[in-house]
């Protein structure tokens, strides 16, 4: 597998995240999803990343800067066929240590509260990442959880 910087000018993967948006609207209600479309993480404080397995893309995720010393950890997305494969903690673990080397010293994320997120955040507490307050312009709600964690 690889992972590599995604200038999201594909079609693969603008269909990918597409269907991500889609799959969290019909589970989150709009005013509680966060998930970034195509062009807003064409920001220049955004990373993005996409994993491969040869031809194929298998997964995604995106590091947003928040401050000069906190980021974000935002759009993680596995293939629904590939999920609970590894790709995702792969990914995690190398935005991590990405994160690490730019110097942040905080990542938090935003996830569902929802059962669906249950494996998300199961993967997110392996990577020690604790519960939290609502971060930068996040409100509270039912529907939403906050984690984050020392880098």
């Not at 999803?33 to 220049?44: F, G, S, V, W």
């Not at 298998?58 to 066929?81: F, I």
């Not at 955040?121 to 519960?131: H, N, Q, S, T, V």
Request: with cysteine; hydrophobic share 40%.
């Amino acid at each position: 597998m690889e992972i590599v910087v995604d200038d999201l000018s594909g079609p693969e993967i603008a269909a990918f995240l597409d269907e991500h948006i889609r799959q969290l609207r019909a589970i989150t209600p709009l005013e509680s999803k966060y998930a970034l479309d195509l062009d807003a993480l064409r920001a220049p404080d955004i990373t993005f990343w996409s994993v491969r397995d040869g031809n194929a893309l298998v997964g995604c995720g995106a590091l947003k800067r928040l401050a000069p010393d906190h980021a974000e950890v935002k759009s993680m997305r596995t293939s629904p066929t590939r999920q609970r494969s590894g790709i995702a903690a792969l990914l995690l673990d190398h935005i991590i240590t990405e994160a690490q080397r730019l110097g942040f010293t905080r990542l938090s994320l935003e996830t569902g509260a929802d059962e669906f997120f249950l494996p998300a955040r199961r993967l997110y507490e392996k990577f020690a990442f604790d519960y939290c307050a609502p971060f930068a312009d996040y409100q509270p709600s039912p529907h939403n959880t906050f984690m984050t964690r020392q880098v």
